[in-house]
């Protein structure tokens, strides 16, 4: 046990230490710098995290983060809202957006269908999907979940669980990563990229 | 640009930011963490750095953090006061105590004599440390700062600050760390061991 010099750095440092990934060495050595920063920056710090905290919620539509009751992509009349993207996190929204290149919408799983983690349907937000679509007004799915067992599982059951409306389904295109080379590339990759080539357009595609 | 879904997270990501060593992604990280906690948690976060910043202070003696004027190892009369160890930083008197067999009292530089970095004996706690001394009291003073060009620079400077108050002045030892390996020792280390030999004695040392 480090001794502490004094009980407040002792809180400090285990309440840094519950974040992932802190460990109380690194802990320890953020409490430190803090110490060495003005007050106010330390107020600043604080404030940042309870505003965040106590404001924002979930998006009521697609679960995305938000401050509002409905999140600046669901809310934005220039998105197309008869294209629903299916994501397990809200990183993987904001991964999706830094492309630039969709324009539709999306909808927030919060996991993957896991029995060996406990993870069923219903502790997914896949009820509030069914809903939407069900609604009408949605003519593709494209399934963006990772190409893991979980994430194939998942997309079979969205798949089955949707089949009756008349939508499209898609997943996004697996293949060699742009500027990688052929010999480095896993072979389930390469595999996939050689049968589900894509015609080619001279000139290059965007 | 990565496109948060509210200015608040951003805000949020930009504080942890300013933490060194913690990136833009791990900042994202901690802070979905801390959103999908119970409010209270973050409360319990927020409101511990703010005491930390707010209560903890310099002790007036040694520059030991402290919550008090004086902090508790100066204040405690079981400590041998006749006896200061010079060290760098908080961290070391922390190392230090953490292997019970200290029992005098510390002095906190602060830092080194660095003129690559440009710090200079005023940007160190060293008047305070000779202030000390020469009130007269102290019987030894144990030099503990890194064995690098700046610490020996320091411990030079600080050596002939103090040459002329009657004081033993010592260095903590420098040889092969307990259960190391002779050959995987650096040749200065094991130089250092042989040259500072101690008297062996038979049941061990302590």
Known sequence: MVPYPSKLLENAVAEFSKLPGIGRKTALRLCLHLLAEDTSEVEQFSKAMMEMRTNIGICSICHN???????????????DISMVCVVESIRDIMAIENTTQYKGVYHVLGGK????EGIGPND?????????????????VILALPATLEGDTTNYYLYRKMAQYNIQFSTIARGVAVGDELEFT???????????RTPYEAGGRK
């Open 65 to 79: 983060l938000s401050d509002k009751t409905i999140c600046d992509i669901c809310s934005n009349d220039k998105r």
């Open 113 to 116: 269908i896991s029995p060996i």
């Open 124 to 140: 997914l937000n896949i009820h509030s999907l069914i809903e939407r679509i069900s609604k009408g007004g949605i003519h593709e």
């Open 186 to 196: 896993d072979e389930v990759t390469l595999g996939r990229s050689i049968l589900h």
